[in-house]
């Protein structure tokens, strides 16, 4: 987990090449359209000027991925346990997860505006929507991956089935449900704001990263939305990093992708 | 197990792009049909900022009876849609001619878009707030506490709330009327020569708050890339005299032309809905405006552009004070000739 200088230069150049083409880029298109590629500096300059908006609309953002992402998780481990209990189950039900999975939100938006209200019920509910289906497909996939002769390993020692989940079943597929959690961790923030974009709501000063975008929007500010796409990828960042954390803390004492490696 | 489903995903995948070719070559039949009678015409188009229907009827009657093509034009006129963008087609060059609200262009000429107002389409904005006919709220200061569905952004939204010394929530629109019609407490911007009549048909008692009422009175405008009308002023002339000439025959003479062109474009404009339209727009006076004030299709009062620049700047929504030459050209209009 330590952050190494052979993984962070690369990066940083990098970095420096796109923003070096980024300017290279702007100063090619021609005056009477250079509105529609603001500078970096630029950039930089409205996070400074409207640094309060974003903070507010990161934060609001920020706790409609995390309540639809935790959402997500919960209701994903115990079906996914469900599952994985029996073929006749996976069959009965996996084509309807599909279906979720397929439900465009932008199309069910509307109707959840109905149902739960604008505002935070509602970006929660599409942020569970987005995140649930990695989720319950990888951790499924790794409760009845299970090494065969460990499973028969604990038939010969007589294990009850209860203790062949918890001991056998459930830290395997924690791998998998790792890798779930991080592609639905990539997504929740992306569900917040497109939650917020099309069922949000500004009561309370709740208005997110998807409200500022329409305001920004409809005012043409370009620099200013830039902005707020760099702050939706910040708020990824932290999703992702939380994530990696977490599977860094569970995993590295015994799964092989945390062998050392130094190359 | 994965590999049917590729295949039939690559299969769609075909089948839409073919679709989309053949959708490609019928509309350039189309037009290419309309422009093949006399070649030496200029071909320009016309971001609309909807779906084709009456509240674009003046071009599309120029369209249909010609007068774009005795102008010297070929003009093609684009249909827009939710998330259409025809400001920003128009700012970057995708078109030459697009239109919009006078309040709108003064905010993006602001932000450096190369946009400018040639002509009024309608001396009024149509725009007003929606709300089921025994709604507690009757007057704009009645909205103090409540939430609307509207465009987050508009400039009026503060100029109501700073106006009636009022706040009031806001949330995205949702496009379509089933959220309305289901909940009884929704108040939401709609335009009076529209969802009206929509609701109505279905059942449904509404009433309107107009905008302009409130004294937030800006123009519906039409639009050019600025760059287009430094390079060809010749055309930018040439399109608003024939677009005028086709707003005042739709509105004082028989729509029934561009009627029937809208229902070719539009499938879901149906023939009442674009009676209705038509006659909301000659009652309330939105394309015509006052003649005592002045006021008459396409014509742009100076002054009053350059008070309402003025009261955005009031209002914080302009950062600066905007000169009228920033976002608009007055010469191209008939009557300066």
Redesign the interface.
């Known amino acids: 987990m330590k952050p190494r200088w052979s993984t962070v230069w690369p990066a940083l150049i990098a970095g420096v090449t796109f923003v070096a083409l980024w300017y290279g880029t702007r100063a090619m298109i021609s005056p009477a359209r250079d509105f529609m590629l603001p500078p970096p500096h630029e950039v930089l300059a409205a996070f400074g000027e409207h640094s309060t908006e974003l903070l507010s609309a990161s934060r609001n953002t920020g706790i409609g991925a995390l309540l639809g992402f935790s959402l997500a998780v919960v209701v994903a481990a115990l079906l996914a346990l469900t599952l994985s209990l029996s073929n006749l189950i996976r069959a009965g039900l996996y084509p309807y997860l599909m279906m979720m999975q397929m439900m465009p939100v932008i199309v069910i938006a509307p109707i959840l505006v109905l149902w739960a209200g604008a505002g935070l019920p509602s970006v929660t509910i599409i942020t569970f929507l987005i995140c649930f289906f990695p989720l319950v497909v990888n951790t499924t996939q790794g409760l009845i991956s299970t090494d065969r002769r460990l499973v028969e390993l604990f038939k010969m020692y007589r294990a009850t089935k209860w203790q062949e989940i918890v001991r056998l079943r459930v830290p395997a597929a924690l791998p998998y449900f790792f890798t779930g959690l991080r592609i639905a961790g990539t997504l929740a923030p992306i569900g917040a704001i497109v939650g917020d974009f099309s069922a949000g709501n500004s009561a309370g000063n709740g208005g997110g990263l998807g409200f500022l975008t329409l305001i920004y929007g409809a005012q043409f500010k370009m620099a200013a939305l830039f902005a707020t796409v760099l702050s939706g990828c910040v708020l990824g960042f932290v999703f992702v990093a939380a994530v990696s954390g977490l599977s860094w803390l569970c995993l590295h004492q015994w799964h092989d992708s945390y062998e050392k490696s130094d190359n | 197990m994965f590999t049917p489903m590729a295949r039939f995903i690559r299969k769609i995948g075909q089948l839409t792009l073919s679709a989309s070719l053949l959708a490609c070559c019928a509309c350039q039949k189309s037009s290419s049909d309309e422009i093949a009678d006399s070649a030496a015409l200029t071909p320009v188009q016309l971001q609309l900022d909807w779906f084709p229907e009456p509240a674009h009827g003046g071009f599309y009657q120029a369209l249909t009876k010609g007068y774009y093509a005795e102008a010297g034009l070929a003009v093609e006129i684009l249909p827009g849609g939710p998330g259409g963008r025809p ?1 920003q087609k128009v ?3 995708q078109v030459p001619f697009s239109m919009g609200r006078s309040d ?1 262009m003064m ?2 000429a ?5 946009v400018l107002i040639v002509a009024a389409l309608m001396q009024h904005d149509p725009q007003a707030l929606l709300l089921h006919q025994d709604h507690p709220v009757n007057t704009f200061a009645d909205l103090d506490g409540r ?1 609307v569905m509207a ?4 400039a009026w939204i503060p100029y109501l709330q700073k106006r009636f010394e009022i706040e009031f ?4 629109m ?1 496009f ?1 009327l ?2 309305f019609i ?2 009884p407490n929704l108040i939401q911007a709609c335009f009076v020569t529209d969802e009206p009549f929509r609701l109505r048909q279905q059942g449904v008692a509404v009433k309107t708050l107009l905008l302009a009422d409130s004294g937030y009175d800006p123009y519906r405008v039409i639009v050019a890339h ?2 287009f009308a430094d390079a060809h002023p010749e055309i930018v002339l040439a399109f608003v005299a024939a677009s005028i000439r086709g707003w005042q025959d739709y509105i004082r003479g028989n729509p029934s032309s561009a009627h029937g062109r809208i229902a070719q474009e539009n499938d879901h404009m149906t023939a009442d809905q674009m009676v209705f339209s038509h006659s909301e727009m000659i009652i309330q006076r939105f394309v015509e405006g006052d003649p005592a004030v002045g006021e008459s299709i396409g014509a742009l009062d100076p002054r009053r552009l350059k008070s309402h620049a003025q009261l955005l700047y009031e209002l914080g ?1 302009l950062e600066d004070p905007l000169p009228i030459e920033a976002y608009a050209d007055l010469t191209f209009l008939p009557d300066t000739h």
Do not use: E, I, K, N
Request: glycine share 14%.
């Open positions: 400001t700012a970057s060059g709108d905010l993006a602001a932000q450096g878009l190369p939430a465009y987050p952004g508009s929530d806001l949330m995205p949702s379509g089933a959220r289901a909940d600025r760059p929504v």
